[in-house]
């Protein structure tokens, strides 16, 4: 079955044909980056903007590019949450309007559950029966937390961020530092060659009944508000290039702090796993990948990184997650508005 993705919850311009749940045909991602960079984040009103302007040609292209006519899709599929809302809205109601004109079914996806099905393509990518049950980290720009999967379908959220998300703490901390927009990968760079150790900055370890969301355990929720909140205080005393440590020592002991957490809570969850996966835009981040990798070589259980094309924003894994069963169809489907917050289950 051929199924045609749409991505839009937040700044990417995305679509995607991908066959039987895990042959990618194509996968066009637009970028907006450098509408945003001058903002150091997203701009909903631009996003959402660019969206309508760039979707109907992202759509043909990952038609022409998967060698498909039009009557060869057999299933039209879109985010309809979590994200923002007016960019969602543009990518759903572009895929229930194509669903209709094509007389083909509809299905409205969750980016996060998109996210798990990113795991299982690319070459070497498992089948998904080969890692259940297994522990996933989801980090990105909007989202942070470790998921319980059971096997497709079934989830447990184990733990989430209470305030901010790694990306967005990444972002941040690129702009005080004058890095530059995105944070993680300009972050990721700069880091390069310093010492992890030359500040010490928070960890954001949650305090036992601090009340997370959700009644979840404390100890495998996490908080990037006070990582932020420390950098800034501490380039006001030592501003960066002055006599206190280099760019790359402070970029270095941020990062650090950041992926400590992540990992901590990776390994508060791993207990009855098979796999430690981890999905998501901050999955492609070189120290966290390398601290996972040490932790799952430790817990004995395997690693499974998604595969950097399919890491960040992109249709193909939403096309993957509806070609493997999984979403809203029918009516249902039909009925379905952009839900900012959408739950994974």
């Not at 749940?21 to 984040?41: E, F, I, K, M, W």
Request: hydrophobic share 45%; aromatic share 4%.
């Amino acid at each position: 079955m051929n199924v045609l993705g749409i991505e839009t919850s937040c700044d990417e311009t995305a679509a995607a044909v991908v066959r039987d749940g895990c042959r990618v045909l194509s996968n066009v991602v637009l970028s907006q980056t450098d509408l945003h960079a001058p903002y150091g984040g997203v701009v909903p009103e631009i996003a959402s903007r660019r969206h309508a302007e760039a979707l109907p040609g992202i759509i043909d292209e990952a038609r022409r590019r998967a060698g498909l006519a039009w009557h060869e899709i057999d299933e039209v599929a879109a985010t309809a949450g979590p994200g923002l809302a007016a960019a969602l809205l543009v990518g759903l109601s572009a895929g229930k309007g194509l669903a209709l004109a094509l007389e083909r079914p509809f299905c409205g996806v969750n980016h996060l559950e998109a996210h798990l099905y990113s795991l299982f393509l690319g070459a070497s990518a498992p089948a998904p029966g080969e890692i259940c049950p297994c522990v996933a980290l989801l980090v990105s720009g909007g989202h942070t937390c470790l998921v319980r999967v059971e096997r497709p379908g079934s989830y447990r959220m184990l733990g989430r961020t209470v305030d901010d998300a790694a990306g967005e703490a990444f972002d941040k901390g690129a702009n005080l530092l004058g890095l530059g927009y995105p944070g993680g990968p300009a972050i990721d760079r700069a880091a390069r060659g310093g010492a992890r150790d030359a500040v010490r900055f928070p960890r954001g370890r949650q305090r036992k009944g601090a009340g997370c969301p959700d009644g979840l355990d404390p100890a495998l929720c996490f908080s990037f508000s006070g990582v932020k909140t420390a950098l800034l205080y501490y380039l006001r005393e030592h501003p960066a290039g002055g006599a206190g440590p280099a760019v790359a020592d402070i970029a270095a002991s941020y990062q650090e702090a950041i992926v400590e957490a992540l990992v901590r809570g990776c390994r508060g969850a791993l207990e009855g796993a098979r796999c430690l996966a981890a999905a998501g835009g901050v999955a492609l981040n070189g120290r966290l990948r390398e601290r996972l990798a040490a932790l799952a070589a430790a817990a004995g259980v395997r690693l499974v990184l998604a595969d950097p094309a399919y890491c960040t924003d992109n249709a193909a894994m939403v096309a993957a997650a509806a070609g493997a069963g999984r979403g809203i169809r029918g009516a249902a489907g039909l009925r379905l508005d952009a839900w900012p917050n959408m739950p994974l289950a």
